[in-house]
């Protein structure tokens, strides 16, 4: 059973960066996309960012020109590159794939932005 892992995150000051990462235990094939999504505590989880099979990127409106979404090699799932990271960025952030009759998802990983 294949399952994500994500890691990456941790306290940040406000303006500063982390570069989160995704680990599957197992192969994943005929991936159609692939995301990170977030949720801050008492708010409902969220998309943050998407890459295709086809290398297309969308971005939320709140991290867009901040974030920026990779695929990883044959062990790692997406990558999220977070720069300028303000205090709304604070959440737990978790990855996903998504085959034609599956979505994976990750545990998720504590980003907190704060001085």
């Known amino acids: 059973q294949v399952q994500l892992v994500e890691s990456g995150g941790g306290l940040v000051q406000p303006g500063g960066s982390l570069r989160l990462s995704c680990a599957a235990s197992g192969s994943i094939f005929n991936i159609n996309r692939m995301g990170w999504y977030r949720q801050a505590a008492g708010k409902q989880r969220e998309l943050v960012a998407v890459?295709?099979?086809?290398?297309?990127?969308t971005y939320a409106d709140s991290v867009k020109g901040r974030f920026t979404i990779s695929r990883g090699d044959a062990k790692n799932t997406p990558y999220l590159q977070m720069n300028s990271l303000k205090p709304e960025d604070t959440a737990v952030y978790y990855c996903?794939?998504?085959?034609?009759?599956?979505?994976?998802w990750g545990r998720g990983t504590q980003v907190t932005v704060s001085s």
């Open positions: 996903n794939a998504v085959t034609l009759g599956t979505s994976y």
């Open positions: 890459i295709t099979s086809g290398g297309t990127t």
